[in-house]
């Protein structure tokens, strides 16, 4: 079945850049998407990629694909101490419309 | 018109009663989805709507939920017979299929805690 995997921590200093990786199973997916979720919120959704592009800038977001390799992953340029948060990526399986999630990335940013 | 909104945001039960939780999506999204997150997780994907047509249940859908969509606007779903592992964040999402991205974006999710 689908699968997505993220490490679980990531700690940074506030002003420093973040780098948040996923791997992922299912090949055929067509958009991969970043959602943030802070405590007891539901889910943000910050940005996507297409399963054609191999990288994607969104102000101080860069989404870097190798879709080889199933990696994707969400760059936070001057990462604040407002992204703290859970990061999920989730690439949308191809022949449904569901999206895969894993256990996401708790991003800490201390000054 | 903000985004998803969803009620309650959070319901406390006994094990055995009945629950229904409500989504209203965004205007004019023709597709809803439904996904449970329970603590530490990220969400699962339960089941979904074009229009009121329920085009996809997950194997995690047992026979005591229900959801539905009458008139393609807003979705309910009820759980019968709650469970202690029923407990969760039930979590909304809406898209309009055949956009760009094809986003689904979510609402702020309804927690359920089954004593």
């Known amino acids: 079945g689908e699968d997505v995997e993220q490490s679980l921590f990531l700690s940074v200093r506030e002003g420093d850049s973040s780098v948040i990786n996923c791997t992922y199973t299912?090949?055929?997916?067509?958009?991969l998407y970043w959602y943030k979720q802070e405590p007891g919120a539901g889910l943000q959704l910050l940005t996507y990629?297409?399963?054609?592009?191999d990288m994607k800038q969104d102000q101080r977001l860069t989404v870097l694909l190798n879709k080889k390799d199933k990696h994707l992953s969400l760059r936070i340029a001057d990462t604040q101490t407002g992204d703290s948060a859970i990061y999920f990526c989730?690439?949308?399986?191809?022949?449904?419309?569901?999206?895969?999630f894993g256990t996401g990335t708790r991003l800490q940013v201390f000054p | 018109d903000t985004g998803v909104s969803q009620n309650p945001r959070h319901k406390i039960t006994k094990r055995g009663q009945n629950v229904t939780f409500r989504c209203d999506p965004i205007?004019?999204?023709?597709?809803l989805y439904w996904y449970r997150q329970t603590l530490g997780q990220g969400p699962e994907f339960l089941t979904y709507?074009?229009?009121?047509?329920?085009?996809?249940k997950s194997r995690l859908l047992s026979d005591r939920f229900s959801a539905e969509r009458p008139k393609g606007s807003f979705s309910t779903l009820e759980i019968q017979r709650t469970e202690q592992g029923d407990s969760a964040m039930y979590l909304c999402?809406?898209?309009?299929?055949?956009?760009?991205?094809?986003?689904?974006?979510f609402g702020p999710g309804t927690r359920l805690t089954v004593l």
């Open positions: 999402a809406s898209s309009f299929a055949g956009t760009r991205g094809d986003e689904q974006f």
């Open positions: 299912d090949s055929s997916s067509t958009y």
């Open positions: 990629i297409f399963s054609n592009m």
């Open positions: 989730a690439p949308r399986v191809s022949d449904t419309d569901k999206l895969i």
């Open positions: 205007s004019e999204h023709n597709r």
């Open positions: 709507f074009q229009n009121e047509a329920q085009l996809e």
